[in-house]
């Protein structure tokens, strides 16, 4: 599937407006999120690390949407700040833990890569490539033996593909019948390489079909798209007691991490093509083809946003830095 071929979005009726508007409030934090995690960045407030999700947004927001996060629970790789948003992480709890403060998510110990929130049922951003995956499989399967039907949703990227756990998680989800959704993000690229230069099959799926487990593609650029893929896969998964592998097309318009430029291995055609189906751009130009918001409308919802998410970058440089006697507390020895 070529999703640059599609010019527009596919626009089901089946999303009311007010899911609409929360939808592109839910892009638009994520975001300006990362514009102002990457300032901060280069302010020297951030240390280390930061892999940015703008470009991706659609795919978070299409699938947690669709989650029933009382009984659902998230594994998930490095590029999870957007992902610690959806499940409703309070920002400046996240702009904390990339802060290195006591108030972050992880009590400032763990940073941009490891975001973690039991109470939000989100189990983890993972530095490890693939890291996640024999987690979500074990969470999975201890869902399985609860009777409500829970699901585990696991998030990585196509680098994860070619690692060992991946091949072992699948074969061993399909053989239990573990309810773990396995959501790959293609976005192109695993750090500087392309996809077609580490992966020996052009089609993704058909790495995961090989262990007998259903997959499908979905255009992540497109959130209605994405948003009935996901209902339609959880109402399966909840009933058949599955596995499902789903490859979502994306692109991530920064970097690898904020120290790559991107220069030596894509061209800025490419990055025109994906800026032209950018998924906030999409789903505003419906908005406001389908008179729902007015452009004006859209500009004003974008400042609050900013202006809501300043104030929380603002209360978390402000948060005291984690005791050092906390070092070795929550750190297995
Ligand atoms: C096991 C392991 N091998 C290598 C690395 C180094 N590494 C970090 S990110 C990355 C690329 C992964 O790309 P992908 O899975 O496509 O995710 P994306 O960054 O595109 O979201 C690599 C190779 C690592 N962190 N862990
Ligand atoms: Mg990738």
């Given at each position: 599937m070529s999703v640059q071929s599609q010019p527009s979005l596919s626009g089901r009726p089946s999303l009311s407006a007010k899911t609409l508007q929360k939808y592109l409030r839910q892009m638009l934090t994520i975001r300006e999120f990362e514009q102002l995690g990457e300032r901060e960045f280069r302010n020297g407030l951030i240390r280390g690390y930061y892999h940015s999700y703008a470009g991706q947004e659609a795919v978070g927001v299409g699938f947690i949407n669709a989650m029933d996060l009382k009984r659902d629970y998230i594994v998930d790789h490095y590029r999870d700040h957007g992902h610690c948003l959806l499940v409703g992480i309070d920002p400046s709890r996240i702009f904390a833990e990339l802060f290195g403060?006591?108030?972050?998510?992880?009590?400032?110990?763990?940073?941009s890569m490891h975001m973690y929130s039991a109470e939000h049922h989100f189990l983890g951003g993972d530095?490890?490539?693939?890291?996640?995956l024999s987690i979500a499989a074990g969470v999975g399967m201890a869902l399985r033996r609860q009777p409500e039907d829970g699901i585990c949703v696991c998030f990585f990227g196509d680098g994860a593909l070619d690692t060992g756990t991946f091949h072992e998680s699948m074969n061993m989800a399909s053989l239990w019948n573990v309810p773990t959704l396995f959501i790959c993000v293609n976005n192109l690229y695993s750090m500087g390489t392309r996809v077609n230069e580490h992966?020996?099959?052009?089609?993704?799926v058909d790495r995961a079909q090989g262990y007998g487990v259903k997959t499908e593609q979905v255009d992540g650029q497109d959130v209605f798209a994405v948003a009935e893929a996901a209902e339609r896969i959880f109402k399966y998964m909840r009933q058949n007691k599955r596995p499902y592998f789903v490859e979502a097309l994306t692109y991530r318009?920064?970097?690898?991490?904020?120290?790559?430029?991107?220069s030596n291995y894509r061209g800025v055609e490419e990055e025109a093509k994906w800026h032209g189906r950018d998924p906030i751009k999409l789903l505003t130009e419906y908005l406001i083809a389908e008179k729902v918001m007015s452009g004006k409308q859209i500009e004003a919802l974008r400042s609050e946003v900013l202006h809501e998410l300043e104030a929380k970058v603002a209360e978390a440089a402000a948060a005291p830095l984690p005791n050092p006697a906390d070092l070795t507390k929550d750190v297995l020895l």
């Open positions: 403060r006591a108030s972050g998510v992880s009590g400032g110990k763990g940073g530095g490890i490539v693939g890291g996640g992966s020996s099959l052009s089609q993704l318009y920064q970097g690898h991490g904020i120290h790559d430029k991107a």
